[in-house]
């Protein structure tokens, strides 16, 4: 696989992602109590360090966008 084919399909997985993540499908990381907050936010960061770089900071710009407590887990 390409270099070129990888990041394009990481960047529609995640863009697939947060079209579901800011849907009304889930609970609202603000809704769950503490400890699964703490493993959805884990869950999140995982995510985000396995990305290239630069789709990394525009998920993390979504998330900041969004706000934390609105990102859905399903």
């Given at each position: 696989?390409?270099?070129?084919i990888?990041?394009?399909?990481?960047?529609?997985?995640?863009?697939?992602?947060?079209?579901?993540?800011?849907?009304d499908?889930?609970?609202?990381?603000?809704?769950?109590?503490?400890?699964?907050?703490?493993?959805a936010?884990?869950?999140?960061?995982?995510?985000?360090?396995?990305?290239?770089?630069?789709?990394?900071?525009?998920?993390?710009?979504?998330?900041?966008?969004?706000?934390?407590?609105?990102?859905?887990?399903?």
């Amino acid at each position: 696989m390409t270099r070129a084919i990888a990041y394009w399909e990481q960047k529609q997985a995640a863009e697939n992602l947060w079209q579901f993540a800011l849907s009304d499908t889930g609970y609202r990381i603000g809704e769950i109590e503490a400890a699964g907050r703490d493993l959805a936010l884990r869950l999140l960061d995982t995510y985000v360090e396995n990305l290239q770089p630069d789709l990394a900071e525009q998920q993390l710009q979504h998330i900041r966008d969004a706000g934390i407590d609105k990102i859905r887990f399903a």
